[in-house]
């Protein structure tokens, strides 16, 4: 891979990925008009009640139109899912040796199919369409265990990775079954507030490792490309 693909692509776009996604969110939460799914009428954005997702509804849970926040959000989906499945394509070339090319393979498709439904979730705003905004959340998760379990595995046998990144990449692996766990066993946030707590904190609490996972990742690919 061409030095400056490999800057552009494995370094600079995740990094301006997070930051984006960080600085547009914020804005989305103070500019959301408020209620959760249980309680319409809240005002503003809760932590521990809203999911993130309803930040990309066209109307808030208090039924006002939520086009600012909507707008940003699924806005910070999109350009952050299809730069994820642009790193996959092509962080699959670092690891081009015989004995980490297949497995690099597998986990790239499914890390391109996890960006794919990142972006996915922008695209469907779960008062519109809820039933591909659930497939697109729900899978988005699953392609990214397989993605980070195969890289977890070739980044521990590449030769000029430090091990402490295949750990990395580890602790996220195993989070991200934690949280299928929770999201598919775990209380049904329909029921009461505090089912609807655990799953929105749990879901905050994946997505801050996601996004710590892959600024983990660009320093050693950094290192590695310097």
């Keep these: 891979m061409k030095k400056n693909d490999f800057s552009l692509w494995l370094i600079e776009l995740p990094r301006l990925a997070l930051g984006g996604f960080i600085i547009l969110n914020i804005i989305a939460i103070f500019s959301y008009p408020g209620g959760t799914y249980i309680d319409h009428s809240k005002t503003g954005y809760s932590f521990t009640r809203n999911f993130l997702s309803d930040l990309g509804r066209t109307f ?14 699924n806005m910070s989906l999109i350009l952050a899912g299809m730069i994820f499945a642009g790193f996959y394509l ?15 393979f597998v986990g790239s498709f499914f890390g391109i199919l996890g960006g794919f ?17 659930i497939i697109c959340a729900t899978w988005l998760f699953r392609f990214f265990f397989v993605a980070s379990l195969c890289y977890s595995m070739v980044i521990f046998r590449h030769s000029k990775f430090e091990n402490k990144y295949a750990m990395g990449y580890l602790v996220f692996t195993f989070s991200i079954l934690l949280y299928i766990i929770i999201s598919e066993l775990g209380p049904d946030p329909k029921v009461d507030q505090f ?11 994946i997505l801050v490792i996601l996004m710590a996972a892959i600024y983990i990742q660009t320093i050693g690919l950094k290192k590695l490309n310097d």
């Excluded at 089912?195 to 609490?205: D, E, P, Y």
Aim: glycine share 6%; hydrophobic share 50%.
């Design 90 to 104: 092509h962080v699959r070339k670092v690891f081009s040796a015989d004995n980490l090319h297949s497995l690099a």
């Design 117 to 133: 439904s990142l972006a996915g979730v922008g695209l469907t705003p779960a008062d519109l369409y809820l039933d591909l905004h």
């Design 195 to 205: 089912a609807l707590t655990v799953q929105v904190v749990s879901q905050k609490m």
């Design 60 to 73: 808030s849970f208090s039924g006002e139109i939520n086009f600012l926040s909507a707008q940003l959000f």
